[in-house]
């Protein structure tokens, strides 16, 4: 499925870096560009792998995943279409890489990073912060999200970054209310946000974030 690091966390969470699958990001010079390969990334190497992930998210907002091309994206990101193939390979190796910049990004802020989404405040302001947060990301990352989704619907309960967040969420839950189920509640609650169903709110019922994060509440005062 993927490959891992397990370093632990303040909270006793395990975090999970990396949510490539086996067989996505195998080309050359992909070891450094998910941080598995041996040593240290080159800084040039590094700005490089970061012109070019920026430059695919911006055409994955303005046109979606399946405009994304490799010439494109060396246009894009001035790069020379060479490098861009050196280093992901083909399209669906970079849009994975693409989701898994994003996911660390999203890890390392309700993992680590400042309070209510970080440590350092009570679990309820978590919660609240790490599901707003949530709304955010997949509303920002929608259309390769239901991509993936589509492909292979069961994946993402599969997935590290699953699994971190099912981990986050369960450990939340457990704080506020000890002696439920927090593990199959975390399931329940994460499944608010499978891509299709969002996708289904935010485009077709054309919602507005702020909308979701208050019926997440909502759903959330249940509990008491």
């Known amino acids: 499925m993927s490959r891992t690091r397990r370093p632990q966390t303040d909270d006793g969470s395990v975090r999970l870096l990396t949510l490539l699958p086996t067989g996505h990001g195998t080309g050359p010079g992909t070891g450094a560009a998910t941080g598995s390969g041996p040593g240290a990334e080159r800084a040039d190497a590094a700005r490089n792998r970061r012109r070019i992930l920026d430059a695919t998210a911006r055409i994955v907002a303005e046109k979606g995943p399946d405009a994304v091309t490799m010439n494109q994206v060396a246009h894009a990101s001035g790069i020379g279409v060479g490098t861009v193939y050196r280093r992901f390979g083909d399209v669906s190796q970079l849009l994975w890489a693409l989701l898994d910049d994003r996911e660390r ?22 919660l ?43 450990m939340l839950l457990s704080r506020i209310r000890p002696g439920d189920d927090s593990a199959l509640l975390a399931h329940l609650l994460l499944g608010s ?32």
């Open 128 to 170: 609240d912060a790490f599901l707003d947060a949530l709304v955010d990301r997949v509303a920002e990352q929608r259309a390769i999200l239901l991509a993936a989704h589509s492909a292979a619907p069961r994946a993402r309960y599969h997935s590290g970054a699953y699994q971190v967040m099912h981990t986050h969420v369960a």
């Open 193 to 224: 946000f499978s891509p299709d169903l969002m996708h289904h709110l935010t485009v077709e019922r054309s919602l507005p974030a702020e909308r979701i994060k208050a019926g997440v509440r909502q759903l959330l005062a249940l509990r008491a």
């Open 105 to 126: 990004q999203f890890q390392e802020a309700y993992m680590s990073g400042p309070p209510p989404l970080g440590p350092g405040a009570p679990a309820e302001e978590r």
